[in-house]
């Protein structure tokens, strides 16, 4: 079945950049997500990449996706406090509807 | 403001009884996705519905039954609840065409006691 994992927790400075990492095992994913959750909020989504792409760049946010090593990341530029939450990984499938599998998100703490 | 809302906010109940979840999806969009998201099983896909039609079906248990109405609206239905039930639950929407994106609500939270 399909499996995403992420790692629990990211902590980085005011100004640096971020880079949270992803690894799936659907090799039949068509496009995989990156959502963005806040304290008690929903999910946000903040950009998604083709699986024919290895790269997308959205203002601050860069993806990067090596489909060989089954491998996303998601890179946000000039971190900022506002930043921090919980961003969760999620690839969708070939058929099977259009459900997503999520990682189990990532905590992304930015310090002054 | 994602364009897909739910209601209740909150919900809290007893074990055994039965609570009714509801979702509405952006405008123009056909098919609604319900989620759970718990602290020990993270977030996982339910069901899925298109235009009425279920379309898909995850980890859903027998005890939770889901429809998607003419209007588009959509219900979960959760019964025999229990402790472990207590979670938020999501849904989301697409326009079903097979266009990438998913957009979420702001849940509703239940909580089982």
């Known amino acids: 079945g399909e499996d995403v994992e992420q790692s629990l927790f990211l902590s980085v400075r005011e100004g640096d950049s971020s880079v949270i990492n992803c690894t799936y095992t659907?090799?039949?994913?068509?496009?995989l997500y990156w959502y963005k959750q806040e304290p008690g909020a929903g999910l946000q989504l903040l950009t998604y990449?083709?699986?024919n792409m290895d790269m997308k760049q959205d203002q601050r946010l860069t993806v990067l996706l090596n489909k060989k090593d089954k491998h996303l990341s998601l890179r946000i530029a000039d971190t900022q406090t506002g930043d921090s939450a919980i961003y969760f990984c999620?690839?969708?499938?070939w058929g099977g509807g259009n459900k997503l599998t999520f990682g189990t998100g990532t905590q992304l703490k930015v310090e002054l | 403001d994602s364009g897909v809302t739910q209601t209740p906010k909150h919900l809290i109940t007893a074990t055994g009884q039965r609570v009714t979840l509801r979702c509405s999806p952006r405008?123009?969009?056909?098919?609604v996705y319900w989620y759970q998201q718990s602290l020990d099983q993270g977030l996982q896909f339910l069901i899925q519905y298109y235009n009425g039609e279920e379309r898909a079906k995850g980890n859903i248990l027998e005890r939770f039954s889901a429809q998607q109405f003419p209007d588009l609206h959509s219900e979960l239905n959760l019964s025999s609840l229990e402790l472990g039930d207590s979670a938020l639950y999501f849904c989301?929407?697409?326009?079903?065409?097979?266009?990438?994106?998913?957009?979420f609500g702001p849940g509703t939270r239940l909580t089982v006691t």
């Open positions: 990449i083709f699986s």
């Open positions: 405008s123009g969009d056909l098919s």
């Open positions: 659907d090799s039949s994913s068509t496009y």
């Open positions: 989301a929407s697409s326009d079903g065409t097979g266009s990438s994106e998913q957009y």
């Open positions: 999620a690839e969708r499938g």
